[in-house]
């Protein structure tokens, strides 16, 4: 089963606003990845994470790779309407991809 | 990033009949594929792992027999659902592992199937 907490479920958000979401779990990994699925499509790899510690931006999407190795966070700045859609945490454990639950991020004018 | 294919996009069967879906890398080569379902408002459930050139190894709770997986070549793996039923509608979700460099962790989509049974 899955081993990723992911929170929060669902945000409702004005275009403009921060989105933080995060990933918790009480394993360690070597690996954090973040992706976004658009309704009827694959995901798509946004950013990944591979110290502990980590910080990497992609445009206005930032992710960490927490120090206990248990943890990562998303933030996305600036909330555009195209955000919306419903983000993953992954985290590669015996070469397998575990996914969080998801975070479905829905953005109004 | 690297590009995964798959084929169909969508597939409307008849209750027990067999639907073959195709997983291609397209600009890499990929000995290891993966394979999700995704139900409505759910996260992505690893099927199976496809090994290109041996059998796949499946999930806890996943019939090999009614999943029949085909990691031919480098850049092809084929899901066939076998005496599909309407609990098997779903969206079956492939990926590719690419082993070059830095990019071994990292998985790489197809667009998804979704899969009606009748």
């Known amino acids: 089963g899955q081993q990723l907490n992911q929170s929060p479920q669902s945000m409702f958000i004005q275009e403009g606003e921060d989105v933080s979401m995060n990933c918790t779990s009480s394993?360690?990994?070597?690996?954090w990845l973040w992706y976004k699925q658009d309704p009827g499509e694959g995901p798509v790899l946004l950013i990944a994470l591979y110290k502990a510690g980590e910080l990497t931006s992609n445009g206005r999407l930032t992710a960490q790779f927490g120090i206990t190795r248990k943890d990562s966070f998303l933030n996305i700045s600036a909330s555009i309407p195209s955000d919306v859609g419903i983000y993953f945490c992954?985290?590669?454990?015996?070469?397998?991809?575990?996914f969080g639950a998801g975070t479905q991020v829905v953005v109004t004018p | 990033g690297a590009v995964v294919s798959q084929h169909p996009s969508w597939v409307i069967c008849k209750s027990g009949t067999s639907v073959k879906i195709e997983c291609r890398s397209l600009?890499?080569?990929?000995?290891?594929m993966f394979w999700y379902r995704q139900f409505p408002k759910q996260s992505l459930m690893l099927m199976a792992t496809s090994n290109e050139g041996s059998k796949a190894t499946y999930e806890q709770g996943v019939e090999k027999d009614k999943f029949l997986i085909n990691h031919a070549s480098l850049t092809l793996s084929t899901l066939t659902v076998t005496s599909a039923h309407p609990e098997d509608s779903s969206f079956y979700i492939c990926?590719?592992?690419?082993?070059?460099?830095?990019?071994?962790?990292?998985?790489?989509f197809g667009p998804g199937t979704r899969l009606t049974v009748l």
């Open positions: 600009d890499f080569q990929a000995t290891t």
């Open positions: 990926s590719a592992r690419d082993l070059d460099g830095s990019s071994y962790n990292e998985k790489f």
């Open positions: 394993s360690i990994f070597n690996t």
């Open positions: 992954g985290s590669d454990s015996w070469g397998k991809l575990q």
